[in-house]
């Protein structure tokens, strides 16, 4: 067979309504943007990948806008004209020359594993060594800022079996404030529902410390990153402090974060997000090193829509044990989707397909509708 190369990489920004704002402690998101990548190979084959990020600069160092020029001036010249089917040479290529910009390398990645993958009739899970399950439990984020609505919201999705594992995300208002909204939410909704917070970083150690217990006592199930990314001293006392245990999210910008924090013992869960440590492939080397030190594993999200999502599920579904599940729920906070085939999203999981490469294709005409001119 002879070689087939890649011709083209084209990022297109698209922004999409979602079906109520959602209140993280940095950003109130009113809408969600998300750059899809596609990767155009010399046998004809189209690769798509998605690399999305949170509030524009919020959440991390590259936005839709960085992440589309960086894309545009520096990865499609150096990727033109390579193996399409090697995708270890490709990306050390650009990691040869290109530091961190973890979001735009994990797009990148997806869509020369979604290209490979129909090329070889595979769906990449396989191409990733091959999954051990079909399906991923999901969690829900109640976000809307309200006590009232975030229960109402729990008791639907309970009731249409969509989630029974429940995200809170706060940090932004005074502790007390926050934590009466959790406990509040915990004491409605009991055993029926695991509920769990994200802090986002919000929180400095003293705090943290109050609040972790306070949280534990009332059958919070999960922290995930209390305090800044930056204080990993203090990660190292919260987390042998903490009756409940501690995840770390924001700490882990890369593969080696996740060797250093495991090494310290600042964690006992790891957040894994493909978008965070460069692609599906990259993020199941963070997962390697949670395994060897004992830490448990989590399925993480940057709200990305079906592409993006898949991308991780696809990786997800290759590891022996998620422990805290995952929170693969990007696309249902979305009212419009890009894509042909909507996930299948049915008794509190999301079902991963089986069909060549992330099996997805693009719908041109929404793609076009909701792109950014
Ligand atoms: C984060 O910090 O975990 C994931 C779910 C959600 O609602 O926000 C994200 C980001
Ligand atoms: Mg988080």
């Known amino acids: 067979m002879s070689q087939v ?25 009113q809408q969600q943007t998300l750059v899809i990548i596609r990767v155009r190979c010399s046998d004809g084959v189209e690769g798509i990948g998605e ?25 499609a010249p150096l990727l033109v004209g390579q193996d399409a089917a090697n995708i270890n040479a490709a990306m050390l290529r650009l990691d040869k020359v290109i530091k961190g910009n973890t979001f ?13 993958g129909k090329r070889l009739g595979l769906p990449v899970s396989e191409l990733l060594g091959g999954r051990v399950r079909d399906s991923l439990e999901v969690a829900w984020t109640l976000a809307s800022g309200d006590t009232a609505r975030d229960i109402a919201e729990a008791e639907q999705m309970l009731d249409i079996r969509r989630h029974r594992i429940f995200k809170l995300k706060i940090g932004a208002n005074p502790v007390d404030h926050d934590l ?9 909704l009991g055993e029926r ?8 970083q919000y929180w400095d150690e003293s705090q943290a410390l109050r609040a972790c217990q306070v949280l534990g006592d009332n059958g919070i199930d999960l922290i995930e990153q209390p305090i800044s990314r930056i ?10 402090r903490s009756p409940a245990p501690i995840m770390a999210d924001e700490s882990i910008e890369s593969v080696e974060d ?8 600042a964690a006992s869960i790891f957040a894994l997000k493909i978008a965070k440590n460069g ?4 993020v199941l080397r963070t997962a390697q090193i949670a395994e060897a030190a004992g830490i448990a594993l989590y399925g993480g999200t940057m709200l990305e829509g079906a592409i993006g999502t898949l991308a991780s599920a696809h990786a997800f579904i290759t590891l022996k044990q998620l422990t805290w599940a995952t929170e693969l729920f990007g696309p249902l906070l979305l009212t419009e989707e890009i894509v042909t085939e909507p996930l299948l999203y049915r008794d509190f999981a999301l079902h991963v397909p089986r069909t060549p490469g992330l099996g997805l294709s693009l719908d041109e005409e929404r793609l076009a509708r909701f792109a950014r001119h």
């Open 193 to 200: 529902a695991s509920v769990r917070v994200d802090v986002n």
């Open 5 to 29: 190369l890649i011709e083209s990489l084209s990022a297109t920004i698209v922004d999409l309504p979602t079906i109520r704002p959602h209140k993280l402690a940095m950003h109130t998101m």
């Open 104 to 116: 735009a390398k994990s797009g990148v990645e997806s869509a020369l594993l979604d290209a490979q």
């Open 258 to 265: 996740a060797f250093s924090l495991a090494a310290e013992g």
């Open 51 to 75: 690399a999305t990020t949170i509030g524009g600069l919020a959440y991390g160092n590259e936005s839709p806008e960085s992440i589309k020029t960086n894309l545009d001036a520096h990865f």
């Open 279 to 282: 692609g599906p492939r990259a």
């Open 180 to 188: 009466k909204h959790v406990i509040a939410i915990k004491k409605a």
């Open 231 to 240: 204080n990993r001293a203090g990660q190292v006392r919260l987390n042998q």
